[in-house]
């Protein structure tokens, strides 16, 4: 496993894997992550939204709690896979949790160590996010068959790279990340600090249930 401390000794082969197995940049980099989060795994996707339907599809969600003022591709995350959305109010830093499952949007938080045990942590890579790859998004887990489930969801079904000699056994997406962004990932994480804070509250997201699309979702206590 590439570990996080050793990232200055691995950047010289980026260029060498990209003219010849491309897809060693993006295992590289999500090696890299689940060692500094704290992780046995990481999945890489494109970004944090599918990270967040891969979660719910694999749990087959039914109802989802979170709060009201998110960003609105999670609650759509949540009815793509089949999901009923419910709202709560109240205000989160950093990170929360799609009750009751064992799903966090961590879209916020980027730290050493953050990977709670037992959970699926679905990060952001976004340009206004702590690791400013531009886009992309990962999904940490200790759990290996849901780990290899992911992996096969984000590439529609079927094998990492090649398919022809694969058997399709679910309906996936395509939804995986790009050694381009991969590579971009490594080089930012040679100087990403060890403790990190979360990011700021404000401007904090709007009201979800201002939106036609979700003015009839049920609010709980």
Not at 15 to 27: A, D, F, Q, S, T
Not at 37 to 64: H, I, P
Not at 98 to 123: H, N, Q, V
Request: net charge negative.
């Amino acid at each position: 496993m590439l570990r996080y401390d050793s990232i200055p000794n691995t950047i010289l082969s980026i260029g060498e894997n990209l003219r010849h197995n491309p897809y060693n940049i993006v295992k590289m980099f999500e090696e890299t992550v689940a060692d500094y989060c704290g992780s046995k795994y990481a999945v890489s996707t494109d970004n944090c939204t599918d990270a967040l339907l891969l979660c719910c599809e694999y749990l087959n969600v039914e109802e989802v709690i979170i709060p009201a003022r998110t960003y609105l591709s999670v609650p759509q995350s949540i009815m793509h896979a089949g999901g009923i959305v419910k709202f709560k109010d109240y205000r989160w830093k950093g990170i929360y949790q799609l009750e009751p499952y064992p799903i966090w949007d961590a879209a916020k938080r980027f730290t050493s160590g953050m990977y709670i045990p037992g959970s699926f942590m679905c990060l952001s890579f976004h340009i206004k996010k702590h690791l400013k790859i531009g886009k992309g998004g990962m999904i940490l887990t200790d759990d290996a068959d849901a780990a290899a489930w992911f992996r096969k969801g984000r590439y529609e079904g079927r094998g990492e790279v090649m398919y022809h000699e694969d058997d399709i056994e679910i309906n996936g997406w395509n939804a995986y990340m790009t050694p381009e962004q991969a590579a971009r990932g490594l080089m930012l994480m040679q100087n990403y600090p060890e403790h990190v804070k979360d990011l700021p509250e404000k401007p904090f997201y709007r009201d979800l249930r201002e939106f036609t699309l979700f003015e009839d979702i049920e609010v709980v206590d």
